[in-house]
């Protein structure tokens, strides 16, 4: 397995290529996303600013203006009224994310949801914790995000064997919750990408990030492009993040 470095610069390396690859893809005289705007809307993932950079380094001339948008069905709506480009957003094994054939979407990676606990929680010392015994817990639980959530966290807990007692109703930044967790105000169901986290035995949660696109309105490179970024700013992000 290669170390957080490794991957560092697998994923660097990746990024050379997909530019030279870029580069061969165009005609002569001309360059892939040259003159034209991309209009990308995400969910505020974590890898939004990695996947921003990455975009603007490896498609220097392409116009690229980030919207963030909350729902996940907010944005195939946007997506098939033609005011969206491009987008990241967020759905669930199982629940795969709906929309027409307007709009087609390619996975950039599917990761195991964590929980975040402060520092001082009666499991922090625990390598991973059941969800189940988190029965008791007041739960940072995030709004309807019109692609699954928090459906799929209240029948994880269902299958535990338990209905959250009390919940926080968050709609904020990660810092935020960051920081109302490590003040022991509650726990939450989180990604990955979060600091700090444990995590959850028998993974009862998945999540995916994935690209939504227009097909009549994006070039196959650009969606490669942004896809190759998408996948290298996860990556990066990733090797950072201790749990």
Known sequence: MPTPFGVKVIAQAREVLAQVD?????????????????RLAATNPPILS???????????????????VY??????????????D?????????????????????????????????AHHRLAYRIEVALSELAAEAWFVAPDDGAGWPGVFFAACQAAGFHPATLHRFLGDRRQLQDMAADGLGVAVVQATFRPVKPLTGRP???RYLLAWQ?????????EAVHRSATAAYRDLAAHVQP
Not at 24 to 38: D, F, I, S, Y
Not at 53 to 64: A, E, F, G, K, V
Not at 76 to 84: D, H, P, S, Y
Not at 215 to 223: A, D, K, L, M, Y
């Open 22 to 38: 870029a580069i061969g893809r165009c005609p002569p005289g001309e360059t892939v996303g040259a003159g034209r705007v991309l």
């Open 86 to 118: 491009a987008a990241i957003g967020t759905d669930y094994p199982g629940m795969e994310l709906q929309h027409s054939d307007a709009v087609a979407h390619r996975a950039i990676v599917t990761e195991p949801a964590f929980v975040a606990l402060p």
């Open 215 to 223: 097909p009549n309105g994006v070039s196959e490179e650009i969606v």
């Open 205 to 207: 949660v998945w999540f």
């Open 50 to 68: 990695g996947l921003a950079h990455r975009i603007r380094r490896t498609l220097p001339y392409l116009t690229l203006t980030v919207s963030s």
């Open 71 to 84: 729902s996940s069905a907010e944005i195939v709506e946007l997506l098939e009224a033609g005011e969206l």
